[in-house]
Nanobody
Framework: VQLQASGGGLVQAGGSLRLSCAAS????????VGWFRQAPGMERVFVAA???????TYADSVKGRVTVSRDTARNTVYLQMNNLRPEDTAVYYC???????????????????WGQGTLVTVSS
């Protein structure tokens, strides 16, 4: 499966962005999809995920501001981000893998297939 992340850009604090993760080669609705981000000089961390059955998991840092969703017809997963903060600035990656289950959905090592990343910059 190949993943293509897009939708990043420059936005002012308080603004919104919707990131997209388009899949090809596999039907993405059959697998969990996770979103991770890597800020400059920092390690990549978990942001959100949607599992096979549609259940959603969020990092505490984004809970209430971020919504992950899936469009089966478009084979795409979205990350809607609202009330963005400067600390949300990062490269955002989507990832998927058939082996991901609810218990490891936030673990980077569970994902074998990664998109190329899209840069989100939030200005203060």
């Amino acid at each position: 499966v190949q993943l293509q992340a897009s939708g990043g850009g420059l936005v002012q604090a308080g603004g919104s962005l919707r990131l997209s993760c388009a899949a090809s080669g596999r039907t993405i609705s059959r697998y969990a999809v996770g979103w991770f981000r890597q800020a400059p000089g920092m390690e990549r961390v978990f942001v959100a995920a949607i599992n096979r059955s549609g259940g959603k998991t969020y990092a505490d840092s984004v809970k209430g501001r971020v919504t992950v969703s899936r469009d089966t017809a478009r084979n795409t997963v979205y990350l809607q981000m609202n009330n963005l903060r400067p600390e949300d600035t990062a490269v955002y990656y989507c990832a998927t893998d058939p082996s991901v289950i609810v218990s490891n959905v936030a673990s980077q090592s569970a994902y074998a297939h990664w998109g190329q990343g899209t840069l989100v910059t939030v200005s203060s």
